[in-house]
């Protein structure tokens, strides 16, 4: 049975700094590309940033560019997004997916988890 599980949500001040880890069974992450998406409160998702299958490379929206990272650890079947300087509008529930590519686009997705919320507010 495929799963995501996502962890590290919580409340954290605006300047502060939260690390998300998604950990995947039934399936190899390494054979996948992994994204980060958020969605907040009657919005729709939208990726963050994407960690390609094959080649290394990785992509962030230009909203978070340069303050979180993306990263995978294909061994512990895990994936990470670390997040610095978060602003309140960071304010979300942050979802892990797994695809054969990177894309901003939803149904490109084959599997996703239950979601952590992450709440920016001083």
Not at 9 to 24: E, F, I, K, M, T
Not at 25 to 43: E, I, K, L, N
Not at 85 to 99: G, N, R
Request: proline residues 2%.
């Amino acid at each position: 049975q495929v799963q995501l599980v996502e962890s590290g949500g919580g409340s954290v001040q605006p300047g502060g700094s939260l690390r998300l880890s998604c950990d995947a069974s039934g399936f190899s992450p390494g054979s996948h590309a992994m994204a980060w998406f958020r969605q907040v409160a009657g919005g729709e998702r939208e990726v963050v940033a994407c960690a390609s299958r094959t080649d290394g490379k990785t992509f962030y929206a230009d909203t978070v560019k340069g303050r979180f990272s993306i990263s995978r650890d294909n061994s512990e079947n895990s994936v990470y997004l670390q997040m610095d300087s978060l602003k309140p509008d960071d304010t979300a529930t942050y979802y892990c997916a797994a695809a054969e590519a990177c894309g901003s686009q939803e149904y490109l997705y084959d599997y996703w988890g239950q979601g952590t919320q992450v709440t920016v507010s001083s």
